[in-house]
């Protein structure tokens, strides 16, 4: 049988122990756990949703779900990665930014009419503290595939944190911009647009495009 992504939302008592007794069912049957998520609820009660993978039917698992005493509810529903899909992550400078974003979410949109889930976050940041500390955390959030920074002088503490997360796996594409940014970065674009544009070709399953074969390449 193969290996299937499963998504759950468990609602139950809000009190310390729950969340070992579902991890425990969950390893009982072998699921694999890739992303849990709380979510905000009354004070009562929490809200918790889960992703894992499993290479068995979910039918039994559900039921020693429910059978917990203090599960109230568990429901199936799609995973973030069927709804929200790749995420591209651009930081810098409030113009660049949304230049970047113009061209990025016009070619999300034609890869996603052809069935790609391409979602585009954007973070206008100002100071090399709050950019390194930003960049940093990337690798911490789910399905971030490629950061544009974008900005015109980055450098210093960026350009180390840069070069950290890029060997965490993120791909980063830089600006031209003076600092040690473009030289840290896998590619560099000059063009705002273009970058955008090129950046959801580099994560798109529908698009002919090798980031790897454009490594420290200039645009």
């Not at 896998?186 to 495009?209: H, K, N």
């Amino acid at each position: 049988m193969t290996i299937a992504e499963h998504a759950v939302i468990i609602t139950a008592v809000n009190q310390p122990g729950v969340l070992s007794e579902v991890t425990r069912v969950l390893a009982k049957h072998g699921a694999n756990i890739s992303h849990v998520d709380i979510i905000p609820s009354v004070a009562e009660v929490a809200q918790v949703h889960f992703e894992f993978t499993l290479d068995r039917q979910i039918d039994q698992l559900l039921a020693d779900l429910k059978r917990l005493p203090d599960i109230k509810n568990v429901e199936r529903t799609l995973s973030f990665s069927r709804i929200y899909g790749k995420r591209i992550v651009i930081i810098g400078g409030g113009a660049q930014v949304g230049q970047v974003a113009v061209g990025a979410i016009t070619e999300a949109d034609r890869h996603n009419i052809r069935g790609e889930r391409i979602s585009v976050d954007t973070i206008p940041l100002v100071g090399e503290k709050e950019i390194a500390s930003a960049v940093r955390a990337l690798v911490r959030l789910p399905r971030v595939h490629l950061l544009v920074l974008a900005g015109s002088l980055m450098g210093g503490e960026i350009a180390k944190v840069v070069q950290d997360v890029r060997r965490k796996g993120l791909v980063v594409i830089s600006l031209s911009m003076a600092g040690g940014v473009p030289d840290a970065a896998d590619m560099v674009v000059t063009d705002p647009i273009q970058a955008g544009v090129m950046a959801v070709m580099a994560v798109a399953d529908t698009a002919r495009f090798d980031i790897i074969r454009q490594q420290k390449k200039r645009y």
